[in-house]
């Protein structure tokens, strides 16, 4: 059977009278032209997914995160755990939350503390600054929930659920400041996330378009 130059990625064109053939699970590599390869580039197979380790009890995986001390959490339904990746990638129950979910958790630190949130009225910390990891719930009256957490300039900013709010801690705190708050008013639709660009807060939302139509 003769050799098939084939000259990039095979995949398929809208429409398929102008390219019917399709790449599967491979990956294409340029040949340099000054070693005069029989064919111009190379299909090679994709390498896969080595399963690494598994949690102590099966469930819904609901987030992965790397904290800046390079630690790696995940969570599991409702367990939080602390992945020994650096050895035999062990898992380590550091707490488990009050509420079942099946949402994605979100987490950021700001070096000493790592924020888990749940898109419900429920945080909590995990201490990170002595290696313990010490786990517990929020008990600051202001905090109020949030769907998501990020962390820009020392402050750890999350959002309010189903609402056009979001706030923030104080400077390398797990202290929640009343007065560290903000109101969206562009829109009157909720905020959906906040996320830290650039050092600079980007609030995200779904604008809502209703047409109306008079007869």
């Known amino acids: 059977m003769p050799r098939i130059p084939l000259t990039s990625g095979a995949y398929s064109a809208s429409s398929i009278i102008a390219n019917a053939q399709r790449c599967v699970n491979l990956y294409v590599e340029a040949n340099p032209q000054d070693s005069n390869p029989p064919v111009p580039v190379t299909h090679y197979p994709r390498p896969g997914l080595t399963p690494l380790s598994t949690p102590p009890s099966p469930g819904r995986g ?11 959490f995940a969570v ?3 367990n939080i755990y602390h992945i020994h990746y650096e050895d035999d990638w062990s898992w380590h129950l550091v707490g488990t939350m009050l509420q ?3 949402v994605p958790v979100s987490m950021a630190d700001n070096g000493s503390n790592v924020l888990v949130v749940d898109s419900s009225a429920t945080g ?7 290696g313990a990891h010490v786990f517990s719930q929020i008990g600051d009256p202001n905090f109020i929930g949030a769907t ?3 962390y820009l300039d020392s402050f750890l900013i999350v959002n309010q659920p189903n609402s056009p709010n979001w706030y923030c ?4 705190s797990m202290v929640f400041n009343a007065l560290y708050y903000g109101v969206k008013t562009a829109w009157p639709d909720n905020i959906q996330t906040v996320i830290a660009i650039e050092r600079e807060v980007w609030v995200l939302m779904i604008k809502q378009q209703v047409h109306v139509q008079s007869r």
């Open 62 to 72: 609901r987030g992965l995160y790397t904290a800046t001390n390079g630690e790696l």
């Open 76 to 78: 599991v339904d409702q």
């Open 100 to 102: 079942p979910g099946t």
């Open 124 to 130: 909590y910390n995990i201490d990170i600054s002595s």
């Open 148 to 150: 998501r957490a990020d």
């Open 169 to 172: 801690t104080e400077s390398n």
